[in-house]
């Protein structure tokens, strides 16, 4: 499943820079479903929250419409500058996406209500729910919310872990299995990629 659709040379660029520093990008299954989810719903605007030092831009830029806007938010200034390095690369120009340095928690409620297709979360999984309700306040009806890691290295489904970080991802797959406003799918791609849609 991860080698069904080979990544190219900047795919791979980002891919290893990203895991030099430390920033665990999202696999290739799980970057090739984001692709697909932002063209199923021919996405303008995306937020993405940690950039994966750019693996998972690429794939949403990919995915999106060519006027489309990403939106990325991250703490770590280091990670935006891989992220830049790789969207050029990749040939994405500057004009395509929006950097915004600092914690999600804060940078989130400065964004506009009900403005954007699409929210990908893939940062500190302690925050996860926090995350999911920003995500709701943020997307349009019909929009689609992604967090990766919805399974955690096999932690969520094991009762004994109880570790902070396994709590909250057990937590946001619980919210958005049980919220109405949403239509729920955990994908079995990589580490687990929890999506949802809003509904109308």
Known sequence: MEEYLPEDEALVNARRRGEEVGAKPIGPAGGAALR????????????EIGTGCGVSGICLLRG????????SV???????????LAYAEAGLGASRTRMIVGRALEV?????DGAYDMVF?????????????????LLRPG???AFDNALWHHR?????????????VREVNRMVREDERLVP????VGDGLLCAVKRE
């Open 185 to 188: 799918l955990l994908l079995p």
């Open 74 to 84: 991250d703490v770590e200034p280091e990670h935006q500058r891989l992220a830049k």
């Open 143 to 145: 929009g689609v919310l």
């Open 156 to 168: 969520v489904a094991d009762p004994r872990r109880r570790d902070p970080d396994t709590l909250a």
């Open 108 to 112: 989130l409620p400065r964004l506009t």
């Open 64 to 71: 999106m419409r060519r006027d489309a806007v990403l939106t």
């Open 121 to 137: 979360c893939d940062a500190l999984k302690h925050e996860y729910p926090e995350y999911l309700t920003a995500a709701l306040r």
């Open 36 to 47: 697909f989810l932002a063209t199923v719903i021919g996405a303008r605007t995306v937020v």
